[in-house]
């Protein structure tokens, strides 16, 4: 059963490179195989936070960087504790390390999450994280889909990084994912406002995108244009005026 499944999820891969391009195709086959509403991957380096890979849909990305701008949610708990997390129905929830993340995903529209860690052996990688708009637990059968698109996802992600030097994202990888550069950059350029590393620099970005209710991309792309910038000295954000 699990090779007639494994060719299964090939020859999805296959018809959806062809259909759709090769971009977020491992996002787009995971939602397929789980039947589930929508499916994203997020990926966590060695040493720093979440960041999104791919998706196959709007709110599963909008799920994606809610997890990244709050640092909690099913994504980042399979991650980081390397275990399958399951909540089939979020109304209900009570889960201590969600209080921030689960009202904002029931107004994106998720009523179940779920995730799966992506790993080989004890190398870490990430998660694959998917919703369904409907509350309801998975079936055995899509426990065990997820299980197996999770080792797909993880075997994929090691050839395209494949010869790259460590620390360092591969060309393929690069142009395989959805990344949103822009946060890194403007990332960059608060670290230099403040005088701070960027990993302190992702924090305040994200303090910032909390206070406001915003999306992280959006406060990115505002202090990217340059219509917003940080103030280290009373550690407040200054629009800037044209």
Same mark, same amino acid.
């Given at each position: 059963?699990?090779?007639?499944?494994?060719?299964?999820?090939?020859?999805?891969?296959?018809?959806?490179?062809?259909?759709?391009?090769?971009?977020?195709?491992?996002?787009?086959?995971? *939602?397929?195989?789980?039947?589930?509403?929508?499916?994203?991957?997020?990926?966590?380096?060695?040493?720093?936070?979440?960041?999104?890979?791919?998706?196959?849909?709007?709110?599963?990305?909008?799920?994606?960087?809610?997890?990244?701008?709050?640092?909690?949610?099913?994504?980042?708990?399979? *991650?980081?504790?390397?275990?399958?997390?399951?909540?089939?129905?979020?109304?209900?929830?009570?889960?201590?390390?969600?209080?921030?993340?689960?009202?904002?995903?029931?107004?994106?529209?998720?009523?179940?999450?779920?995730?799966?860690?992506?790993?080989?052996?004890?190398? !870490?990688?990430?998660?694959?994280?998917?919703?369904?708009?409907?509350?309801?637990?998975?079936?055995?059968?899509?426990?065990?889909?997820?299980?197996?698109?999770?080792?797909?996802? *993880? &075997?994929?992600?090691?050839?395209?990084?494949?010869?790259?030097?460590?620390?360092?994202?591969?060309?393929?990888?690069?142009?395989?994912?959805?990344?949103?550069?822009?946060?890194?950059? *403007?990332?960059?350029?608060?670290?230099?406002?403040?005088?701070?590393?960027?990993?302190?620099?992702?924090?305040?970005?994200?303090?910032?995108?909390?206070?406001?209710?915003?999306?992280?991309?959006?406060?990115?792309?505002?202090? +990217?244009? !340059? &219509?917003?910038?940080?103030?280290?000295?009373?550690?407040?954000?200054?629009? +800037?005026?044209?």
């Amino acid at each position: 059963m699990p090779a007639e499944r494994l060719m299964a999820i090939f020859e999805l891969m296959a018809h959806h490179e062809r259909t759709d391009g090769e971009r977020g195709v491992l996002c787009l086959v995971a *939602a397929d195989v789980l039947q589930l509403s929508g499916a994203a991957i997020g990926l966590v380096p060695e040493g720093q936070r979440l960041t999104s890979f791919c998706s196959n849909m709007h709110v599963a990305q909008s799920l994606m960087d809610l997890e990244i701008t709050l640092g909690e949610g099913p994504c980042t708990d399979a *991650a980081a504790l390397d275990e399958v997390v399951e909540e089939g129905d979020l109304r209900s929830s009570l889960n201590p390390r969600w209080t921030t993340y689960v009202p904002s995903a029931l107004e994106l529209g998720a009523r179940a999450v779920f995730a799966f860690p992506l790993h080989i052996g004890v190398i !870490r990688m990430g998660a694959l994280s998917c919703f369904r708009d409907e509350p309801g637990e998975l079936t055995v059968a899509q426990s065990t889909d997820g299980h197996l698109m999770a080792s797909v996802i *993880a &075997r994929s992600l090691l050839a395209l990084q494949a010869g790259a030097p460590y620390g360092v994202l591969s060309q393929s990888l690069q142009r395989e994912a959805m990344f949103d550069f822009s946060l890194h950059q *403007a990332a960059g350029m608060v670290a230099v406002q403040g005088a701070m590393t960027t990993s302190d620099a992702l924090i305040v970005l994200r303090a910032r995108a909390f206070a406001i209710d915003s999306q992280l991309a959006d406060v990115a792309v505002s202090v +990217i244009t !340059r &219509r917003m910038r940080y103030e280290p000295t009373d550690q407040s954000w200054q629009a +800037i005026r044209r």
